[in-house]
């Protein structure tokens, strides 16, 4: 009787993690396909220019500390 216990639950614990799986793939592939990025957002991703400003820093820098 045992190991007819443990072999269902092996069946079962498989057939779980293939359905999950299966489920978590098809719906990254789903995502992938259909996830779309607003002109709005990507604008908004445009990269920051590196260049720092001198001038300022060196403005900053004179400043008298109370």
Same mark, same amino acid.
């Given at each position: 009787?045992?190991? $007819? $216990?443990?072999?269902? =639950?092996? =069946?079962?614990?498989?057939? +779980?993690?293939? +359905?999950?799986?299966?489920?978590? !793939?098809?719906? =990254?592939?789903? !995502? %992938?396909? #259909?996830? !779309?990025?607003?002109?709005?957002? @990507? @604008? *908004? &991703?445009?990269?920051? &220019?590196? %260049?720092?400003? %001198?001038? #300022? *820093? $060196?403005? *900053?820098? &004179? /400043?008298? /500390?109370?």
């Amino acid at each position: 009787m045992k190991h $007819n $216990n443990d072999r269902d =639950l092996f =069946l079962i614990s498989v057939f +779980t993690f293939i +359905t999950v799986f299966l489920w978590i !793939t098809f719906e =990254l592939i789903k !995502t %992938t396909k #259909t996830s !779309t990025v607003s002109s709005s957002v @990507q @604008q *908004l &991703s445009i990269p920051i &220019s590196s %260049t720092i400003d %001198t001038d #300022t *820093l $060196n403005v *900053l820098n &004179s /400043r008298k /500390r109370y």
